[in-house]
């Protein structure tokens, strides 16, 4: 098993950036594909960006292309998603999550069977 914490959020003003980082113990990091998932109040929770176990390849939901960038560090066991250009429709809870799948970089939530608790982004108009 892998235990999850995300850090990082907080509020910030729409064009300012954040980073949140997900910091994993227990079993080894490397052997999960992550990913980052988000959200807003009212909506289903979505997927945003997957990287596979070796951060060889990644996906980003098209909203968040070119301002948002994941990365992992596995010798740290951390991964990580730079936020940058904010809008106000990024406000959400955002999740980090991993799957025993390594290769993985776009899957449903089923697909990852370790999630954390969550951290706050919320972005001011």
């Known amino acids: 098993q892998v235990q999850l914490v995300e850090s990082g959020g907080g509020l910030v003003q729409a064009g300012g950036s954040l980073r949140l980082s997900c910091a994993a113990s227990g079993r080894t990091f490397s052997s999960y594909a992550m990913a980052w998932f988000r959200q807003a109040p009212g909506k289903e929770r979505e997927l945003v960006s997957g990287?596979?176990?070796?951060?060889?390849?990644?996906y980003y939901e098209d909203s968040v292309k070119g301002r948002f960038t994941i990365s992992r560090d596995n010798p740290k066991n951390t991964m990580y998603l730079q936020m940058t250009s904010l809008k106000p429709e990024d406000t959400a809870v955002y999740y980090c999550?991993?799957?025993?799948?390594?290769?993985?970089?776009?899957?449903?939530?089923?697909?990852?069977?370790?999630w954390g608790q969550g951290t706050q982004v919320t972005v001011s108009s």
């Open positions: 999550a991993a799957s025993s799948s390594k290769l993985i970089v776009r899957a449903p939530m089923r697909a990852y069977g370790y």
């Open positions: 990287i596979t176990w070796s951060g060889g390849n990644t």
